[in-house]
C-alpha cells in the first residue's frame, strides 16, 4: 500500500520561508518521479515543482522559480519543497504525488499514480 505524508505546511509571513516534506512508504521511491501541486480555494490544481529520479532532471511552475526548490533523500524516502520568498499568493493545499518508474520530472497530475493527503499553507500579508 502506497502511503505519501506531507508535512511542514503552516501559516507564515510574506516573505518567509517554509520546506514542506514528503515521506513516502510502499513503492520504489529511488525510481520515482515526485512531484509537489497546489490548490488554492476556487482554483484548479496546478503543478509546483517535479523531480525525476535522478534528481538531476527537474522543472518548476513558472511562478515559483527562483523561491522554491525541490529536492529528494532517497536514503529517507522522502521529498522536500524548500519555498522561500513566500506570497499571498502561494496560500493553497500542497499535495506530493508519485509516479513509480518516473525518469523524467512531471508536470501533469494525471502523470501520477498517487497523492498524498495535502497541507496547508497560508501566507499572510
Known amino acids: 500500500q502506497v502511503q505519501l505524508v506531507e508535512s511542514g505546511g503552516g501559516l507564515v509571513q510574506a516573505g518567509g520561508s517554509l520546506r514542506l516534506s514528503c515521506a513516502a512508504s510502499?513503492?520504489?521511491?529511488?525510481?520515482?518521479?515526485m512531484g509537489w501541486f497546489r490548490q488554492a480555494p476556487g482554483k484548479e490544481r496546478e503543478f509546483v515543482a517535479g523531480?525525476?529520479?535522478?534528481?538531476?532532471?527537474?522543472d518548476y511552475a513558472d511562478s515559483v522559480k527562483g523561491r522554491f526548490t525541490i529536492s529528494r533523500d532517497n536514503a529517507k524516502n522522502t521529498v522536500y519543497l524548500q519555498m522561500n520568498s513566500l506570497k499571498p499568493e502561494d496560500t493553497a493545499v500542497y499535495y506530493c504525488?508519485?509516479?513509480?518508474?518516473?525518469?523524467?520530472?512531471?508536470?501533469?497530475?494525471?502523470?501520477?499514480?498517487?497523492w498524498g493527503q495535502g497541507t496547508q499553507v497560508t501566507v499572510s500579508s
Open positions: 510502499g513503492l520504489a521511491f529511488s525510481n520515482s518521479a
Open positions: 504525488a508519485a509516479e513509480p518508474w518516473g525518469y523524467t520530472a512531471i508536470r501533469v497530475g494525471s502523470g501520477y499514480r498517487y
Open positions: 523531480i525525476g529520479w535522478s534528481a538531476r532532471n527537474y
